[in-house]
């Protein structure tokens, strides 16, 4: 196996997990994602008391459960750590897991640049970022974020706390994304108001084109409008596929992680430094109350954030 994975799959299990010797670990994957979960399955089996290793049929979407017996199994382990194709980090199973102990890192449309690019980095810069950008969100009652593409969008933060994504997940019951790098928060349901404009990507859409960006009006924290080319298109079909609930603004979030670079991989994509994301769907993980099995990231490039009327970021730049 090359020697670049092998040191990518010891970052996720020495750094970011800090697999113990007495600890059972089970690597989730499927197809498209097998030949990163084989990788760190062979790093954690020297690390621990039993490896597992399993592959499922990828799902049709993010945010689809697992086979049952998987998530059985999952509630049952120390440590999980699921390279797949759809993300599985808005399920049931998953939040069951992590509420029985299980800490848990998902790799949700991994792809293979991105574990030997944004895997191979110091996690505890990463985390230190993330954890102050989590607080001062937890400290705001409201968000304005402002862009040169057309994004002008305020929603209320009352109430709601923020979280680290920060790619360290040692404690029983943590989660995390990895490559990780974020500092996200849920908005008060129904709070949400004006326009925000994606011009990086969003879900499968690849990395957009200058004249292919969506623009996404927003009223009483719902999506209501979506207009564009190719990209609105196809968001506006996987929309369609579910409740209104699936227009719910579901996540402001700001990417933390200088070694990402804009892909066209979501998974990559938030991560980058410099850059915003405003969720769409499922909320429930990260303290909200809307649960449906779609969430789908809109990235924003170079964008301004104020939180109480303080400017924390312009055009992409932190300011703390």
Do not use: W
């Not at 997990?17 to 670990?25: F, L, S």
């Not at 199973?93 to 293979?112: E, V």
């Not at 640049?113 to 993330?130: K, N, P, Q, W």
């Not at 680290?164 to 108001?193: Q, R, S, V």
């Amino acid at each position: 196996m090359d020697d670049r994975f092998l040191k990518a799959a010891q970052t996720v299990v020495n750094q970011c997990m800090a697999i113990k010797p007495d600890e059972t670990v089970l690597i989730v994957t499927d197809q498209p994602e097998r030949e990163i979960g084989s990788a760190i399955f062979e790093a954690a089996k020297e690390h621990c008391a039993e490896a597992i290793i399993v592959e499922m049929i990828p799902r049709d979407h993010h945010g689809e459960e697992p086979p049952k017996p998987i998530a059985d199994i999952m509630k049952s382990v120390d440590v999980v750590i699921a390279p797949t194709f759809r993300s599985i980090s808005h399920t049931e199973a998953r939040r069951n897991a992590c509420a029985s102990g299980t800490r848990i890192a998902t790799m949700p449309g991994i792809l293979r640049e991105t574990f030997l690019r944004a895997m191979v980095t110091d996690y505890s810069e990463i985390s230190a970022l993330s954890q102050e950008l989590a607080d001062t969100l937890s400290s705001a009652k409201m968000a304005r974020v402002v862009s040169d593409s057309g994004t002008d969008i305020i929603m209320s933060l009352e109430g709601r706390s923020g979280h680290a994504d920060t790619g360290i997940y040692h404690n029983d019951g943590d989660f995390g994304n990895l490559p990780a790098g974020e500092a996200y928060i849920a908005p008060l349901e129904g709070t949400a108001n004006g326009v925000f404009v994606v011009d990086g990507s969003i879900g499968d859409t690849g990395v957009l084109a200058s004249d292919d960006k969506i623009k996404i009006r927003v009223e009483n924290g719902y999506a209501t409008e979506i207009d564009g080319g190719r990209a609105a298109a196809y968001l506006v079909g996987v929309l369609s596929q579910f409740s209104k609930d699936a227009r719910n603004i579901a996540e402001l979030g700001i990417g933390t992680n200088s070694a990402a670079r804009l892909c066209g991989n979501i998974l990559e994509d938030e991560k980058v430094l410099g850059t915003i994301h405003i969720a769409l769907g499922d909320n429930a993980s990260m303290g909200g109350n809307v649960h449906i099995p779609s969430h789908l990231d809109g990235i924003m490039l170079a964008p301004s954030l104020y939180l109480d009327g303080k400017l924390i970021m312009e055009r992409g730049k932190l300011k703390i």
